[in-house]
């Protein structure tokens, strides 16, 4: 796979990482900047979202005409993951989960006068949105087609009842996305509804606590008792909610994966800097062969990972992200395999590269930090001589082995 970046993304790459570095990392450095739910609050957010839109780095997936820069999918992938280099990165763009998923799934649904109304203030940062398709068991979870929540006709409106719950940011957002039953019809039987905060007819019962961090908003418990909608504001066409709700989470899992790359390796960033100036027992933790090892593991798992962040369309083929290309396994729905086979292929050229019996003489591979990621993560698994270059590399002390030769390696696969 060749990971080969356009000179246009590239660049944009480097402009986020250098938005970040600057405007970004100061914000999240300073303890005062986190509310008591561990994120930012608006006001402190407000000057450097300012900064990011007439930079031009805002709302990646939405349309320009609305100030959006309608990126392609390779484009989102580069820049949430170098926005998430930092915790408030994400926010800082306007490509923070919820709203990202909704405004694409608006873009690419809605009709132009619900793009005015309900995505162009999402956009424009105005207010921010919620998706509420979730329900306490027996009803819709991970299978959708199970929602209880349902909505009755009365004329040109629609009444709805029932109750929804780990509705992300709800406590903060404007504009809802909820998925009801208007029928019993297993494939057409559910819709989706858009509707203002100020609509009445719902409430937010309670805000459920989790671990770490929180969204703007927190993830809620929900009750509908009567909230009326107007024939005007369903979504994507009575009986259709099931494909919108496909349209809504295939990318929307995938840009939680993108951000997700971004964080591990800022995670591996700070690791890196504690163990190269840790001491325990006598040695610096970056001595220690089994800290080298699992920051190696963790560095393959962050290299595989673009690799495997395939685009899945539905009834479609995969597309690597990092490409657009589609893969050699046409209609294939399992990213798993692909990860999977992506792993075996490395791991594959290395045991090929490597000779059986190796001398660890005339290493001629200085690594430093952060070139060894790739060779590293071969060099981990199948070749750990004690005084490789690789391992010196990791652990900042230069290329002081003489072992193998990692010129030996063939270039990156290519799948
Ligand atoms: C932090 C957070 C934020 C969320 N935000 C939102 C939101 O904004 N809007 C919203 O509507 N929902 C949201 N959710 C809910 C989330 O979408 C659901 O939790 C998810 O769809 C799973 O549904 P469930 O919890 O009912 O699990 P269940 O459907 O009861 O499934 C339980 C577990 O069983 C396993 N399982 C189920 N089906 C399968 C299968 N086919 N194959 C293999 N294993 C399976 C999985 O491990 C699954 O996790 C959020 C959840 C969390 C934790």
Redesign the pocket.
Known sequence: MDFTLSPEIESLRVRVRAFVEEHVLPLESDRANFSEHENIPDERLAPVREKAKKAGLWAPQSPKEYGGMDLPMVGWAVMYEEAARSLFGPLAFNCM??DDGNMNLLKKVATPEQKKKWLKPIVEGKVRS????????P??????S?IKTYAEKHGDKWKIYGR???????AAASHFIL?ARTSDDKRKGITTFLYHKDQPGWRIVRRIP?LGPE?HGG?CELEFDGLEVHDDDILGGLGNGLRMVQVR?GPARLTHCMRWLGWSKRCMEIAQEYVNRREGFGIRLADRESVQMKLGEVGHNIQIGPGCSPCMRPGSSIRVITRGKKCRWPRCTSPTRCTRLLMWRSSFRVRAAIPRTPSWSGCTAPLAPPAWSMALMRCTRWCWPSSCATRAAISGAGARGTGCDLSRLPPPARI
């Open positions: 989960a919820p919620s998706v509420v398709m979730t329900e306490p068991a009803g819709g979870g991970s299978d959708p199970m929804k719950w780990f509705i992300t940011g709800a998925a989790i969204e993830h989470l």
